[in-house]
């Protein structure tokens, strides 16, 4: 147990829970906490006139009105939808054995290479659903609910129809199903996964952004033009598949363009 990075963690969880709860109400208490924490930083920059030079679309501010209707329809989603999805995966992870104990915790380079298998996995799933989902029949009945927001901003990243709900569900959990990990491993691969997508639909090009120090990261600059042109870009994570299928050439020919102007010359998207 010593050898994991997750052990005094796990240790205390166990103290106070047990595995049964852990694996149900516990990750979407998780799932929560990570969502709507990440959120919390990017609402405080909307606040802040000094961090308006790194918003994406700057001339498009959300309402106090769109953030309050995102917000309950997106918890609204979270209750009558993701934590069914938890409750129901809870007896497949069982079946799959996923465990629990301490003395099966994973060791840092096990658990790094089975987060960079999961985020690789989902975003290859992630890609192909949400091209299919820029049909036209699934966009007009499904996805056009998500694009209702054109200049996104950090919860909205799970404003979607309940179709699309579930359909992230799944690519979320499909690398974890595959080689069912420990429990713990899935703790970390949500909390990342929560955080990641808040900060891909965040509106804001932080000079921190993780896309400037992660590899093939597409970050809210990448995702954020997705929302602006309605097509291109589809992956979740990652730029690879939308460069390999040559998905992304209007987001190609904006960089181009708007690296031969000056600072300040233009909005970003």
């Known amino acids: 147990m010593a050898s994991s990075p997750l052990a005094p963690m796990w240790t205390l969880l166990l103290a106070h829970s047990s595995p049964s709860f852990l694996s149900t109400y516990g990750l979407f208490i998780l799932h929560e906490v990570f969502y709507w924490g990440t959120y919390l930083p990017f609402l405080v920059l909307d606040l802040m006139p000094s961090f308006t030079r790194y918003k994406l679309q700057p001339s498009k501010p959300a309402t106090r009105s769109a953030i309050a209707h995102c917000a309950s329809r997106v918890l609204l989603n979270h209750v009558l939808l993701v934590l069914p999805i ?3 995966s809870h007896p497949l992870f069982s079946w799959l054995g996923c465990e629990t104990s301490p003395s099966a915790l994973p060791s840092l380079p096990t ?3 089975q987060l960079a298998f999961f985020f690789l996995v989902e975003d290859w ?7 299919a989902l820029h049909s036209p029949f699934l966009y007009t009945h499904v996805h056009a609910v998500h694009h209702v927001h054109a200049a996104p901003f950090g919860i909205a990243a799970e404003y979607a129809h309940p179709f699309e709900v579930l ?5 979320t959990l499909l690398g974890p199903l595959l080689i069912s990990p420990h429990l713990a491993t899935i ?9 990641q997508t808040v900060e891909c639909h965040s509106g804001y090009d932080l000079p921190y952004s993780p896309r400037k120090w992660i590899p093939g990261y597409g970050g809210a600059e990448f995702h954020d033009h997705h929302h602006r042109v309605h097509s291109g870009n589809y992956s979740s994570t990652f730029i690879w598949a939308d460069w390999l299928y040559g998905t992304d050439g209007a987001y190609r020919v904006w960089r181009a363009a708007v690296a031969k102007l000056p600072p300040g010359s233009l909005e970003r998207t």
């Open 111 to 113: 658990l790094l290479l």
């Open 86 to 88: 938890i409750l129901l």
């Open 125 to 131: 799933a992630f890609y192909w659903g949400h091209r």
């Open 167 to 171: 359909f992230l569900g799944f690519a």
């Open 187 to 195: 703790y970390v691969y949500l909390a990342a996964r929560s955080v």
